[in-house]
């Protein structure tokens, strides 16, 4: 009965904090992300629950029991988080060799050497592991014995569970967010059919399918009208079908969260990042990217047109520095190592070639992971570079658009989600293209201060106009659910 409903459940791959086993107990960090970072707010209400994956120790008997003992966040109470324990075999096979390795490539049309390339047997055991990965997560939700007001399911790694969910949960409200790009039918058709099918009919158990852009929501109707029985209505934006149940496809672009960001942006943390930040920077103009190493980031393309400027500039020597923030990511998958050790070349490439030009190397990176440092970057760069080769929406511009003090410039690719609302504000690139990307950081660190100034208060308007908070009140209003 809907009366005896209460609070929220979410159900994401990665919890607000890290699990991880370390001399014999588990630790946890706070982890990363713009998926964590707009869902946390709404988690530390005290009747939300989160479930999320954690990969068993070997010896997983004690560690099970201890990781159960301590079911509620140890380093915020106020945050109720269910970790679901994979075996560790389980676990990699779901995350990284299926979510990461396949669907991740896949949805960013990475397809081909140095993404994903083929399905081999190996691939085909390791979709059964995400099909068991998704039924273990169903069934520590049934036996919490949670009846929640509405699930918030999250991402391509938990595309089978609003259908399995749906099953045991018929009358709740389900919605499943994905936060990376959706495919068109051409590419969703490189997967077998039976995969497709466990994907969308996986989805459509949800009375709500988010995406981030229109775009998506479009590839994600399509979909359906090409490999699914049901109908479409256009109209309402629906999928109808054939037992009667009705999905609706809607667009919630991710955004940020202003007033959490301006509040970082005062703490020591921040005053400290930018003291060691001084002599990087030197007297130098700073373009800078924030990332994961990812080869969907595309920061090969990047450092290839940084050197191209250089090049073609050689006026910019020793006045433009590349400070580039790149957090270590995924690093188990040999395809993510690989593109490292590239990209690092590249790196090394230009360093060598203007080191002396520049009076220093002219690329500077930071390979970790520390947010403080990153945002004090943003805030006095002069160009942002997001050239991602797909991105879902990219916050990295949202939050720049923030905390930037001196307006700088941003360069983002016309294939980012973000690429809407940065229009007419940022100069547009296309990911592949070096030539115009290096003409595009040029252009920026030409730019005058008050064009700067113009474009990025454009952007900051329409980023303040839809934070995270919007972000999250729609898809529960959607789901008909107030009062949290
Ligand atoms: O873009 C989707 C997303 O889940 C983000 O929320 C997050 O920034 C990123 O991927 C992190 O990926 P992972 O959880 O694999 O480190």
Known sequence: MTSSRTGIVIVANRGPNDFVWQDGAWVTRTATGGLVSMLTPLARRSNVGWFCCVSEPPDATLARSGLFTTAADQTDPRLHVLPVPLPADTYHAYYGQISNEVLWMLQHRMIGAGGFEYLDSARHQ????????????????????????????????????????????PETPILHFTHIPFPDPPVLRLIPDSWRQTILRGMLGADVVGLQTRMDVRNFLSCCAEFLDVHIDADSGSVLMADGRRSFVRDYPASVEPRSLRRIMHTAEVSAAHARLAADRGEAMTIIRVDRLDPSKNQQVGFLAFSRLLEMRPDLCGRVRFLAFMVPSRTDLSVYRAYRDTVYRTIDDTNARFGEACGGPPIRVFYTNDREQALAAMERCRVLLVNSLQDGMNLVAKEWAVVAETPGVLIVSETAGVSADAAEC???????????????????????????????????????????????????????????
């Not at 014995?145 to 569970?161: E, I, K, N, T």
């Open 426 to 484: 940022a100069l547009l690139i296309s990911p592949l293209d070096v030539e115009g990307t290096a003409r595009a950081m040029a252009d920026a660190l030409d730019m005058p201060p008050a064009e700067q100034r113009e474009r990025h208060a454009r952007f900051l308007g329409r980023v303040l106009r839809w934070s995270a908070r919007d972000w999250i009140n729609a898809q529960l209003a959607d789901l008909g659910v107030e009062n949290v």
């Open 126 to 169: 390791a979709w059964g592991r995400y099909l068991e990965a998704n039924a273990r997560l169903a069934a520590a939700v049934v036996r919490s014995g949670r009846q929640p007001m509405a699930f918030l399911v999250q991402d391509y790694h938990l595309y089978p569970l609003p259908g399995l969910l749906r099953g045991a949960f």
